[in-house]
């Protein structure tokens, strides 16, 4: 059972577009919720994260936005460039104690065209 | 500062062997786990550690094994390598956010 579904599976953007990712979750008890970004080779990096208590969080060109009734989530790039061609995967995760279990989507392939 | 180092970088076994996946944090963090990276599956969660001493099984656990005697080290441990194993596995540590190591890209043939 997938708890957390991505979609699309790869995406193409013209530069100084809007890339749009969108993520949907089942379980009602996750309350955190990150973004990643993955270059060729490299591990997955911090991009963006938003708790349930808010319904939009902004860091310079990216934003998430959040819908709690309709338990989804999407992560909107605007004005993408070239550099942000790589691999995008949104997470959730319970936070309590010292457990950061993820959970991870499928991923995303991003390419911007110059 | 390091952050997450993971030894070897690349690692090619027959099938039936058995090797250790190393990582070790100098971020004095309690949480690590490790993933494995297939095309099209993301990450999926193999084995985690709240704390030295303590490990327990994540989304795919079978053929692992962990152990976690100090906060620094957390090594994976395959008995006895399957092609089904072919990955790239990814250390991670936390105390809030996850931070990611570099990754091990394993072949078993």
């Known amino acids: 059972q997938q708890q957390v579904k991505q979609s699309p599976q790869s995406l193409i953007v013209q530069k100084g577009g809007i890339s749009i990712i969108n993520c949907a979750y089942e379980n009602t008890a996750f309350d955190y919720f990150p973004w990643y970004q993955q270059f060729p080779g490299k591990g997955p990096a911090l991009l963006i994260a938003i708790r349930p208590d808010v319904s939009e969080k902004k860091e310079g060109r990216f934003t998430i936005s959040f819908n709690k009734s309709a338990k989804q989530f999407s992560l909107h790039i605007m004005d993408s460039q070239p550099g942000d061609s790589a691999t995008y995967f949104c997470a959730a995760s319970m936070r309590g104690g010292s457990n950061y279990k993820l959970t991870f989507g499928k991923g995303t392939l991003l390419t911007v065209n110059p | ?109």
């Open chain 2, 1 to 109: 500062n390091a952050g997450v180092t993971q030894t070897p970088k690349f690692q090619v076994l027959k099938t039936g062997q058995s090797m250790t996946l190393q990582c070790a944090q100098d971020m004095n963090h309690e949480y690590m786990s490790w993933y494995r990276q297939d095309p099209g599956m993301g990450l999926r969660l193999i084995h985690y550690s709240v704390g030295a001493g303590i490990t327990d099984q994540g989304e795919v656990p079978n053929g692992y094994n962990v152990s976690r005697s100090t906060t620094e080290d957390f090594p994976l441990r395959l008995l006895s390598a399957a092609p089904s194993q072919t990955s790239v596995y990814f250390c991670a540590t936390s105390q809030g956010e996850q931070y990611f190591g570099p990754g091990t890209r394993l072949t078993v043939t």
